[in-house]
């Protein structure tokens, strides 16, 4: 735990003594490099993708979560015992999959959090595709704080780039409709999975309950129906000076006709209809959109449409063809399948090692 900032109390006398040993000594240097590194700042050089904002969201408060997760209330006993505290290592990201990297800016967030004197190295950016066996970048300094921050790295990282590796491919598939994502995320990481989303090529959906109406089934069950629902939501909005983004869920055909009926004979603040499990799985594997397809001719331009359910990577370019405007999908963050990507100081073993593992 040398060169570690934590807000845990038991964590800081760890760290003030560390550092006295570290500036005090000579260091020896390991594998050190001709290339030239930088040691990031924010804004990052590497945030090429911002992440989407949220009014309440603290992202160095979840790092910090996440170190201290890992640190308990001892910090790296293995680290501490093994790693000598005077050397210097450089340590090589290597993809043993191939997929589109996220968690770039990020990681960078997280070297600086454990060690600002880190420097870091990237080869790729976030949204690049790389592959398997490919060394995408390098962090360079106190083999301490690499090793301590190593593992939430690729956490991140790894489940990031896993979400726009998938959501690269629904996104390119769903042409010319646009892919969305969903609540279903990981809780407490809510902007993290919405920013890989964005580096994969997706658009964001609402980010909670907070930024957008979305009048959903026990809404509209509780309200007695669509129209009733969207009445009081265009009340609400009204009698508090509010505007935002307002989408109504319909299931059949006749809730779409009866959102169209009230619109047509009121003025609404309705943006988008939800167009749900319109999409019907078939004994073949195949779906038959024409439920679908019929909603949004009903619809014919008027509000934005969004499809929901049964949208998988084998599903959804048949859905875009429909003519929607979105397609929402919570695979992409609720059964992600993370990106294998390691963090080697020693990479020719670990190239080896993969080479016979068949991941690099």
């Known amino acids: 735990m040398f060169g570690i900032r934590f807000s845990?109390?038991?964590?800081?006398?760890?760290?003030?003594?560390?550092?006295?040993?570290?500036?005090?000594?000579?260091?020896?240097?390991?594998?050190?490099?001709?290339l030239e590194t930088r040691n990031p700042t924010v804004p990052l050089k590497s945030m090429v993708i911002k992440p989407p904002s949220h009014p309440t969201y603290d992202l160095k408060a979840i790092i910090k979560l996440a170190l201290a997760e890992d640190a308990g209330d001892r910090g790296d006993v293995t680290c501490m015992a093994t790693v000598p505290v005077d050397m210097d290592v450089e340590a090589h990201f290597l993809a043993k999959d191939d997929g589109v990297i996220a968690g770039i800016a990020l990681a960078e967030m997280i070297f600086d959090e454990v060690d600002p004197s880190l420097k870091v190295e990237w080869y790729q950016m976030d949204g690049d595709y790389i592959r398997k066996g490919m060394?995408?970048?390098?962090?360079?300094?106190?083999?301490?704080?690499?090793?301590?921050?190593?593992?939430?790295?690729?956490?991140?990282?790894?489940r990031?780039?896993?979400?726009?590796?998938?959501?690269?491919?629904?996104?390119d598939a769903a042409h010319p409709a646009s892919i969305l994502e969903t609540r279903k995320t990981a809780p407490g990481l809510r902007l993290v999975d919405k920013w890989a989303v964005l580096i994969g090529g997706g658009?964001?959906?609402r980010m909670g309950l907070f930024d957008m109406v979305m009048i959903k089934d026990n809404h509209i069950s509780i309200a007695g129906g669509v129209a009733n629902a969207i009445k009081s939501v265009d009340l609400f909005?009204?009698?508090?000076?509010?505007?935002?983004?307002?989408?109504?869920?319909?299931r059949t055909l006749e809730?779409?006709?009866?959102?169209l009926h009230y619109a047509s004979q009121t003025k609404t603040s309705l943006t988008r209809i939800m167009l749900d499990n319109m999409v019907v799985p078939l004994p073949n594997g195949d779906v038959d959109v024409s439920m679908l397809k019929e909603a949004v001719e009903?619809?014919?331009g008027s509000f934005e449409t969004e499809a929901s359910g049964n949208v998988t990577l084998g599903t959804v370019h048949k859905i875009g063809q429909t003519?929607?405007?979105?397609?929402?999908?919570?695979?992409?963050?609720?059964s992600v399948k993370a990106l294998d990507i390691s963090l080697k100081i020693d990479t020719e073993l670990a190239l080896q090692v993969g080479r016979r593992t068949k991941r690099a």
């Open 8 to 34: 845990v109390a038991n964590f800081s006398s760890v760290s003030t003594s560390s550092s006295l040993r570290l500036s005090s000594r000579s260091r020896r240097i390991v594998n050190m490099s001709v």
């Open 135 to 158: 060394q995408f970048g390098k962090v360079y300094g106190r083999a301490h704080s690499i090793v301590v921050a190593e593992r939430v790295v690729l956490n991140f990282v790894q």
């Open 160 to 171: 990031m780039s896993g979400i726009a590796t998938l959501t690269k491919a629904m996104a």
């Open 203 to 205: 658009q964001n959906h």
């Open 237 to 250: 909005l009204e009698q508090r000076n509010l505007q935002m983004g307002v989408e109504i869920e319909t």
């Open 255 to 259: 809730e779409v006709k009866e959102v």
């Open 298 to 300: 009903l619809v014919n």
């Open 323 to 334: 003519g929607v405007t979105y397609i929402s999908s919570g695979a992409l963050t609720h």
